[in-house]
T-cell receptor, first 111, second 114 residues
Framework: RKEVEQDPGPFNVPEGATVAFNCTYSNSASQSFFWYRQDCRKEPKLLMSVYSSGNEDGRFTAQLNRASQYISLLIRDSKLSDSATYLCVVNDASGTYKYIFGTGTRLKVLA | NAGVTQTPKFQVLKTGQSMTLQCAQDMNHNSMYWYRQDPGMGLRLIYYSASEGTTDKGEVPNGYNVSRLNKREFSLRLESAAPSQTSVYFC?????????????FGDGTRLSIL
């Protein structure tokens, strides 16, 4: 089993739709979780950190389910500009300074 | 508002040539990282430096060396480039504290080895 797994997609959704992605992680000791956005051939950019109680930033909501070891990202009222690849990132829980990246979920928002 | 700066942005090398990729950050971060990204593979860690004066191997270190020149700068060297090292290379930095702070990325170096 991969340490961090994501459905690669693509998720094709119409403008205005709500879409959700999940990401599962294998190490129950992981403590830090992040969602990044990556546009084609560009650098990953931090979208939001994921907190234990869940958190929201505008149209984006992130949640953590420790019991089932997954994090989720919900995007409401999708915009064309939301089209990108969304990367799930989890800290390496073995006491190092490393991060473990999922391979990403590709989202296409259609006009 | 520079953040993480990588140079060069593009480079074409011939097999066997050497080169150094430069990375500098102005956020006073302790930890710095080098990744490569290939189609369908996601980001793979080459080397990282948890703090000034330390470096450690990541997932794919073979064929690379690194130098943490000072707190700001972390360079990646290819001693004898091979076509398999054709990739997009990203440098990142973060505050310390056992990776509970997010990473910030440079805009990448696109490297082709012929």
């Amino acid at each position: 089993r991969k340490e961090v797994e994501q459905d690669p997609g693509p998720f094709n959704v119409p403008e205005g739709a709500t879409v959700a992605f999940n990401c599962t992680y294998s190490n129950s000791a992981s403590q830090s979780f992040f969602w990044y956005r990556q546009d084609c051939r560009k650098e990953p950019k931090l979208l939001m950190s994921v907190y234990s109680s869940g958190n929201e930033d505008g149209r984006f909501t992130a949640q953590l389910n420790r019991a089932s070891q997954y994090i989720s990202l919900l995007i409401r009222d999708s915009k064309l500009s939301d089209s990108a690849t969304y990367l799930c990132v989890v800290n390496d829980a073995s006491g190092t300074y490393k991060y473990i990246f999922g391979t990403g979920t590709r989202l296409k928002v259609l006009a | 508002n520079a953040g993480v700066t990588q140079t060069p942005k593009f480079q074409v090398l011939k097999t066997g040539q050497s080169m150094t990729l430069q990375c500098a950050q102005d956020m006073n971060h302790n930890s710095m990282y080098w990744y490569r990204q290939d189609p369908g593979m996601g980001l793979r860690l080459i080397y990282y430096s948890a703090s000034e004066g330390t470096t450690d191997k990541g997932e794919v270190p073979n064929g690379y060396n690194v130098s943490r020149l000072n707190k700001r700068e972390f360079s990646l060297r290819l001693e004898s480039a091979a076509p398999s090292q054709t990739s997009v290379y990203f440098c990142a930095s973060s505050e310390q504290s056992y990776s509970n702070q997010p990473q910030h990325f440079g805009d990448g170096t696109r490297l082709s080895i012929l």
